[in-house]
């Protein structure tokens, strides 16, 4: 168990994927994505394991994700995931994303 303190100082985020690049030193497979968190945090990269179930690339653009946007800066490879996108991974490691069911601003923060 965790007080609720320790939860608060996790700060979640929404954002706006507005680029997705294929990440081909990653040891699992990955993307690169650019993700838009508003005009406070601005545009951030994160590198995600979410090549199942989103074979397709393009169907990420412009979709909205929830991620940790407080942690440390993490070196993958060549790369430097700056937010852990949040997903839900499943028994076939296919790891869809977590979502808001509606449109809202970049930047707000969960509660």
């Known amino acids: 168990m965790i007080e609720f303190a320790e939860f608060d100082a996790v700060e979640m985020r929404v954002g706006t994927i507005v680029d997705v690049r294929e990440f081909p030193e990653a ?3 990955a993307y690169k ?3 838009d968190f508003g005009p406070e945090l601005g545009v951030k990269n994160s590198s995600a394991r979410i ?4 074979e397709d690339m ?3 653009r412009g979709k909205q994700v929830v991620a940790v946007t407080n942690l440390s800066p993490r070196q993958v490879g060549p790369f430097v995931s700056e937010v852990l996108v949040l997903g839900i ?3 076939d490691q296919s790891v869809p994303l977590i979502v808001p069911d509606k449109d809202v601003p970049n930047g707000l923060r969960v509660s």
Do not use: F, M
């Open 33 to 35: 994505l650019s993700i």
């Open 58 to 60: 393009q169907e990420l």
């Open 51 to 54: 090549t199942r179930p989103y």
């Open 89 to 91: 991974e499943l028994e």
């Open 27 to 29: 040891h699992k497979p």
